[in-house]
């Protein structure tokens, strides 16, 4: 079986891990997770980074750091992991989703401009397999606005680890939007198994993330509860496997970029052909590769065939708003056609050439037949 996805785990991690086991730091409590919310910040180039359980953890709190409740609005694109729709019911809050765009498959700008209304509070700009929204824009729109009650714009980077923007300074995910939240996930490119991080560059919104993701108290006075909050800590052991993955974070992006490259170079031919379409990649942005993802028209025969291989490529997630609880009117046309067609290949860092060939050989082979069959007059 070629799994969809694996994780990179060396020496290093163990080590981390196994030194803080000795150490007897295994709580939300230690060495570990200090260091590797510093790492992280300063790899983002950001003043903060709050380390909690994971990723939809992380979204959740800053929705509540934001005073997001119910009768409130927050824009989400209909595409992408479920995770922030359902950061925002878990609020209380309504998610509106909004198309996403042809030339990004991120967040519309312009759609979006259309979905303000008086009771919106925040926008989600998720960075959708590894492409970042169009932040610029997007501030352009709250600029331009008539309802005038502030809103925030916060960037869900979980699958966008090592992706750049151009448009404003070059600047990696994660430090796009005042707020930003990552995920750790086994599957992401940087991963700590489960976690989850909230990135700022101000430090009272660091100080109230912690406060939520600690029982509302701080450190320096124990069972002094300022707020109602629970509990959302990283553990140290965690944090230690985070720590070592920070520190291979080049390596492991890089990596999975050149799994990307050998993809593109294998596909080119049924690229130009136009049976089998990219995913788009805009001038401004550097993407980074999460999951490497296509497009066809013929997905059914794709997957049918990849499967019998005992290849686990995957079709891509239903529009939000198609989904039971999420259940909203409209037309969401760049949002569904992409839905319909795109599938994930086989992606990890450091995996093997000859994989990478296995896997386009039975796209090929796919291919071949699909091409319609030239009539003779
Ligand atoms: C993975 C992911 C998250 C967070 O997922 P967790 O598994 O909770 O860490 C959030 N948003 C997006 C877009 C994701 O892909």
Known sequence: MIPLSQPSITERERLLVSDAMAAGWISGTGPAIKRFENDLANKLGRKHAVAVTNGTVALELVLKMLGI???DEVIVPALTFVAPAAAVRSVGARPVFVDISPETWTIDPLVTSHA???????IIAVDLLGHPADYAWLETILQMRIHRQPITIIEDAAQAHGSTYFRTNRQ????????ATMSFHANKAVTTGEGGAVLCDSPECAKYIRLLANHGMTSDRP???????????????????????VERWNELTHARQRVAEAYDERLQPLFESGILQRRPVAQWAKESCWLYTVASTHRR??????????????????????????KQPGLFDVAREVSNTAFWLPTWAHMPLETIDFICEVLHVVSEKLKPIPTTS
């Open 301 to 326: 025969e794709y997957l049918d065939a990849l499967r019998a291989k005992d290849i686990d490529a995957r079709a891509l997630w239903t529009v939000l708003p198609d989904l039971p609880p999420y």
């Open 69 to 71: 409740k119910e009768g």
């Open 116 to 122: 303000i209304t008086g009771r919106t509070k925040a």
């Open 223 to 245: 069972y002094y509860h300022e707020i109602v909050a629970t509990n959302n800590r990283m553990t140290n052991l965690t944090a230690a496997v985070g720590v070592a993955q």
């Open 172 to 179: 990696p995910a994660g430090a796009l939007a005042e707020i």
